[in-house]
């Protein structure tokens, strides 16, 4: 299984990012994704989940009503569209694919992680 995500880069606050996660079709048209995020010295957090059919989405309390997660099967990528960021939202982002059909919570229902990337935002 490949995860690739795309879209970090330095923002100032206020300002808008779009991540995209593209994976191996044929192992994640099937399975819940999610989105994770690690600041320096903290633990790693869920962001957002989203079921395979893209009908049911969790958020993270920091994150309501600013992000959003879609799933895009043609293109076979789960994006977070991050909206009126804050320099707390500064970390490194990762997608995953669930063992399930359900875009869990937890993070020990993911077992495939991609590569992280960069998101600064600047006050």
């Known amino acids: 299984v490949q995860l690739q995500a795309s879209g970090g880069g330095l923002v100032q606050a206020g300002g808008s990012l779009r991540l995209s996660c593209t994976a191996s079709?044929?192992?994640?048209?099937?399975?819940?994704m999610g989105w994770f995020r690690q600041a320096p010295g903290k633990e790693r957090e869920l962001v957002a989940a989203i079921d395979w059919r893209g009908m049911s989405q969790y958020y993270a309390d920091s994150v309501k009503g600013r992000f959003t997660v879609s799933r895009d099967y043609a293109k076979a990528t789960v994006d977070l569209q991050m909206n009126s960021l804050k320099p707390e939202d500064t970390a490194v982002y990762y997608c995953a694919v669930a063992r399930s059909s359900a875009g869990s919570i937890s993070e020990r229902a993911y077992n495939y992680w991609g590569r992280g990337t960069q998101v600064t935002v600047s006050s």
């Open positions: 079709a044929r192992t994640s048209s099937n399975n819940g």
